[in-house]
Structure formats: structure tokens, C-alpha cells
Nanobody
């Protein structure tokens, strides 16, 4: 089995900072993408930041404020969130595209999600 374990999140005042961490564990052959999405109440889940072997992408709403970092050796990804705004309030989900070892075909990949962590920014 493969799991994504999240930590971080919580309540912070506007202008403050938080760091989210995600670790992929289990039978992993490779990870081609890893990042974070978020879902606010009544809204669809949206991309926040994503790292692949070729690029790092951020949502326009977080550019210049959030920074994603990935440790390929440890299968982890962190999201440093600065200058937080009330509109950043959402459940944040870790995401990874993983090739699991228990599938023989090396090119096979699956999408995995963490359980979600709440980030609340008060005004």
C-alpha cells in the first residue's frame, strides 16, 4: 500500500505563516509529481502548487507567497505559506502521482491523495 501522510495546518492570523508537510510511504517505485491542492467550502478542489521532474507550478493566487519544496530521496514535499490571507482558508490536500512497486508494469502510475488538513486564516 501507498499512503500520503500530511502534517501542519491550523489557525493563523492574516499575514502569518504556516508550513504543510507531506510524506509518501509504502511500496513506491517512483513519484513523477507531488504537490498540494485545496478546497474551500462550496468550491471545487484547485491546484495550489505542483512539482514534477520538469517544472514547478503555482496557482496565480499564491505566486510570490507560497513555496513548495520536494525531497526526492525522502519522498516528501513541503509547502511554506507566507503572507496568508483569509481567502487561503481551505482544506489542503497532498497529492502525488506514484508508480507502486506492487504493480509489475513500471510505467503504471496512480493518483494518491492525503486525508486533508484544515488551514484557517482569520482576518
Amino acid at each position: 500500500q501507498v499512503q500520503l501522510m500530511e502534517s501542519g495546518g491550523g489557525l493563523v492570523q492574516a499575514g502569518g505563516s504556516l508550513t504543510l508537510s507531506c510524506a509518501a510511504t509504502g511500496s513506491i517505485r517512483s513519484i513523477s509529481a507531488m504537490g498540494w491542492y485545496r478546497q474551500a467550502p462550496g468550491k471545487q478542489r484547485e491546484l495550489v502548487a505542483l512539482v514534477t521532474s520538469a517544472s514547478t507550478n503555482y496557482a496565480d493566487a499564491v505566486k510570490g507567497r507560497f513555496t513548495i519544496s520536494r525531497d526526492n530521496a525522502k519522498n516528501t514535499a513541503n509547502l511554506q505559506m507566507n503572507s496568508l490571507k483569509p481567502e487561503d482558508t481551505a482544506v489542503y490536500y497532498c497529492y502525488a502521482k506514484i508508480s507502486p512497486r506492487y504493480v509489475q508494469r513500471a510505467t503504471y502510475e496512480e493518483d494518491y491523495w492525503g486525508q486533508g488538513t484544515q488551514v484557517t486564516v482569520s482576518s
